[in-house]
């Protein structure tokens, strides 16, 4: 019982920090409806300007935006609102429902609140640190974003999207950013103590995440890039390396330091509701067009390349992992038809936006095959991976980063060509890209986990009596059935 008083204790006062820092800095980022010539916001932002350059200015000396599309802008929130459903709604049942039902409220609750978790994370500090102007050698962003400043709501991004608004931007990335760390979960499942899992969730995001999406996807004023892998030229279209590398490879890492489940090998563990597991891979499905579409950062032809690239590679993926299944087990998994699914949109993640349909087709069944593969190899190892987070998003995410490297084609957007089209070089630097960020996830989350475990009171393990019992009444206090 102290030793939880104290792990509380150290939780409200890690919280306490946050929200005093959130309160003194929040007067110092309010800016005036009309962003003046000398504003420090104006050089990150498009602005409309003479044939000579100057800036133009309205009846008050205020600058004017750069035009906005409507069109594009109302896309884009539209998948920020469908990329937000697969967290909250997809993940969650798809977690929920392959937990056993006595750790089925704990997984929903993980992956709930990482989404209100990160969501604060990403306004305090993590944009800024992810997407803000560079800090030196292309490895993270500064803080000259942090609490949005110089992040306007009427006007464009200079380097990104220049026809939706600055904080259309962010938002839309803030999803990605949310749904990483709660794919963890599936790794951590059912042996977490929900208090850590809090603390993991803001370090891993800020000293993982932030760091791959900077050195992957930002870009400086004049267009080029400053992360060192994409300056590199290593493509990533929706997150491939960023978001599933990095979470399925952390997830490993995690499983194997935690160890096993009580029980594990001996008893049964199978997924508790197979019909939560199905609706939470179909929202997931639906959610993944915002996802790979609106990656494409408008309503263009990269937008319509990216949505059928996704459905293909989708459902070939899900039949191919069924046909295997039943080829081996003799009998066609739903459960397995679900997971490979899932499969298929990791794999085809970095590819959406530059692959041909014929393509998106072959990266599906590669991705169940290998998929498939290395959740027979780390159940033969014995590795806990619960849920399988290394299994699909880890495997799923290295192979579609590797493919995109041989089947990408220059023809469908900013991407150049692959080695199946001539050009061997890119899938080296696809490569590169993507064991970088599985190293870097990799070493940083043996060091969290490791010092966490270390000054968290009693370790970041439950105890195994609150295993035996289940996390939903030991952390919680709540059954997912009350019924029964």
Not at 43 to 66: C, M, P, R, V
Not at 83 to 96: D, R
Not at 146 to 151: D, R, T
Not at 389 to 402: C, D, F, K, N, P
Request: aromatic content about 12%.
């Amino acid at each position: 019982m102290v030793k939880m008083k104290r792990a509380n204790l150290f939780l409200m006062l890690a919280i306490a920090a946050v929200l005093a820092g959130t309160i003194s800095i929040a007067p110092a980022y309010a800016y005036n409806s009309k962003t003046m010539p000398d504003d420090p916001a104006v050089k990150y932002h498009s602005w409309q300007t003479d044939e000579e350059g100057n800036f133009l200015l309205d009846e008050d000396g205020a600058l004017i935006a750069a035009e906005i599309n409507s069109g594009d802008n109302a896309w884009m929130l539209t998948s920020s609102a469908l990329v937000l459903m697969m967290t909250p709604a997809g993940l969650a049942f798809f977690y929920g429902g392959l937990a056993r039902r006595k750790n089925s409220v704990n997984v929903l609750h993980m992956v709930f609140v990482t989404t209100g978790l990160v969501g604060i994370q990403w306004v305090l500090f993590g944009y800024s640190l992810s997407f803000g102007p560079d800090a030196g050698y292309g490895f993270i962003g500064t803080l000259e974003w942090a609490g949005l400043q110089n992040v306007l709501h009427d006007a464009p991004s200079d380097v990104y999207t220049l026809t939706i608004p600055h904080q259309t931007l962010m938002i839309f990335q803030m999803m990605f950013a949310i749904i990483t760390p709660a794919l963890i979960v599936a790794s951590l499942a059912e042996r977490m103590k929900f208090s850590a899992f809090l603390i993991f969730v803001i370090l891993w995001t800020t000293f993982v995440y932030d760091f791959a999406a900077h050195w992957t996807w930002s870009l400086g004023s004049n267009g080029t890039a400053l992360g060192w892998t994409g300056e590199l030229g290593s493509l990533d279209f929706a997150g491939g390396t960023v978001i599933h590398i990095t979470s399925g490879w952390a997830g490993l890492v995690v499983a194997l330091m935690l160890g096993r489940r009580l029980g594990y090998g001996k008893i049964p563990m199978e997924p508790h509701n197979v019909g939560m597991v199905v609706m939470g891979a179909a929202l997931l499905w639906v959610g993944w067009f915002g996802f790979n579409a609106g990656s494409a950062g408008d309503a263009s032809n990269a937008a319509t390349g990216a949505f059928v690239a996704t459905q293909v590679a989708t459902g070939t993926a899900a039949l191919t992992w069924s046909l295997i299944s039943w080829a081996h087990t003799g009998r066609a998994s739903t459960v397995g038809a679900a997971s490979g699914a899932v499969a298929g949109l990791v794999a085809i993640t970095p590819a959406a936006g530059f692959v041909s349909p014929m393509s998106a087709i072959i990266i599906g069944v590669i991705a169940s095959i290998v998929c498939y593969a290395a959740v027979a190899f780390k159940n033969k190892r014995k590795w806990d991976d619960a849920l399988d987070t290394w299994g699909v998003h880890g495997i799923g995410g290295l192979a579609g980063a590797l493919l995109t490297g041989i089947f990408s084609e220059s023809r469908y957007s900013w991407g150049d060509q692959g080695l199946a089209f001539g050009n061997p070089a890119q899938l080296y630097e696809n490569a590169v890209g993507a064991f970088a960020a599985l190293a870097w996830a990799m070493g940083i989350t043996a060091i969290i986990i490791k010092v966490m475990d270390a000054v968290w009171p009693g370790g970041i393990r439950v105890t195994p009596k609150e295993e035996e019992v289940g996390l939903d009444l030991a952390q919680h206090g709540e059954r997912a059935y009350a019924m029964d």
